[in-house]
């Protein structure tokens, strides 16, 4: 169940409550793809105010196998985390596998990465698997085309994805029936960059009936301005009443623009793929603890953070433990940026409950510009 509580503009703050607890929204969503947010545990994510996370099919269904996890008593059991779960349908990984799938009406044949193995992913094992897995949110799959396309191109995807999603739809109704709707699942937009073909993508799923939708294959390549638009003329098209999830978004900055646009929901490896590779987000801009003008800086990473790391350890600690390739510098990194991503989200969510988003937003971009974002 999805309530809008306040409106600025096109930005929104809403609650989602789910079987296993409420979301405020909009939200970040940490990445745990094979279900553990690197170098973090549970309680790392409980600490940090996380209220749901994320995990993938692709990933689970092959290692350790979907069947096994509901063997354990579902995925929350299985890693400790007894908050909500959204589940990615795996669609994204298969399609990047390029050479080793074969994509079919009736799903896609792919090898697996692991092992060269043979799997068959169809629109009904898909919903299958993350109900084995026990996830609150499940995405269906979709096909994700190679950009860039043409129209042509981008438009038969689409509806190949909107007759997946029907069957998604149908195959996750029978799974309810008849008990209580404890569980959601979501619908995804493609379309690729042509507003008429998201217009298309949007009709075509929300006709299908869902209880979230999401804005897929963006965050791909494209310039930042053209997400912005597509996202712009997207959200609404989409339910009100409903959530809308931008999936793989993006920066700090995009969190900002694309909530600016009505988005509730994100997700991104960036703060943790990124704090491993030693660049901390601060209220200032991005940093990269490897240079050497850090080496005797005995501040925090961000001045203005009030997180465990920031709190506890100076700027030439965390350069010498990325250094020396200590694993204890990957967890305090990702422990600050998803810190920041996080409380990010919580000024959007109090700036627009105040009707003060727009000078939120002004604000955040003048000072998180004064740093170059390092790529």
């Known amino acids: 169940m999805f309530t809008l509580t306040h409106s600025d503009g096109a930005a929104r703050r809403g609650i989602l409550e789910t079987a296993h607890g409420r979301i405020e929204t909009p939200v970040f969503m940490p990445v745990g793809t094979q279900g553990a947010v690197k170098a973090l545990t549970p309680q790392h994510l409980e600490e940090i105010g996380a209220s749901i996370i994320l995990g993938n099919t692709y990933h689970l269904m092959l290692r350790p196998g979907d069947e096994l996890i509901a063997r354990r008593g579902g995925l929350h059991k299985f890693i400790g985390w007894n908050k909500p779960i959204l589940t990615d349908s795996g669609g994204y990984q298969v399609f990047s596998l390029a050479e080793r799938r074969k994509i079919e009406e009736s799903g896609v044949r792919f090898r697996s990465h692991l092992d060269g193995s043979t799997h068959v992913l169809t629109p009904e094992s898909a919903v299958d698997i ?51 709707l404890s569980r959601m699942q979501f619908g995804i937009v493609q379309g690729g960059t042509f507003p008429e073909l998201r217009a298309k993508s949007a009709e075509l799923t929300v006709a299908i009936g869902f209880e979230g939708y999401a804005i897929g294959g963006l965050s791909v390549g494209e310039p930042n301005e053209t997400m912005y638009q597509v996202v712009g003329e997207t959200t609404p098209r989409l339910p009100a009443d409903q959530p809308r999830y931008l999936m793989g978004v993006g920066t700090p900055i995009d969190l900002v623009e694309c909530v600016a646009r009505g988005i509730d929901m994100f997700d991104c490896v960036l703060p943790t793929r990124n704090a491993r590779n030693g660049q901390l987000f601060t209220s200032e801009g991005p940093i990269n603890i490897k240079n050497a003008e850090f080496s005797e800086d005995d501040g925090p990473a961000d001045p203005a953070c009030q997180c465990y790391t920031c709190r506890n350890f100076s700027r030439a600690y965390l350069r010498h433990l990325f250094r020396a390739g200590e694993m204890t510098g990957g967890t305090l990194n990702t422990l600050h940026n998803l810190s920041f991503y996080l409380d990010t989200m919580r000024r959007i969510r109090e700036a627009i409950a105040f009707g003060r988003f727009e000078d939120f ?15």
């Not at 994700?144 to 195959?171: G, Y």
């Not at 937003?361 to 790529?375: C, G, K, W």
């Open 130 to 180: 993350q109900w084995n897995l026990g996830s609150d949110i499940a995405m269906v799959l979709d096909e994700c085309p190679a950009l860039p396309s043409t129209p042509e191109v981008i438009d038969r995807s689409l509806e190949m994805t909107a007759r997946w999603a029907k069957r998604c739809r149908d195959r996750y109704l029978e799974k309810i029936s008849p008990g209580p």
């Open 361 to 375: 937003r002004q604000s955040f971009h003048r000072t998180f510009a004064r740093r170059a974002l390092i790529s």
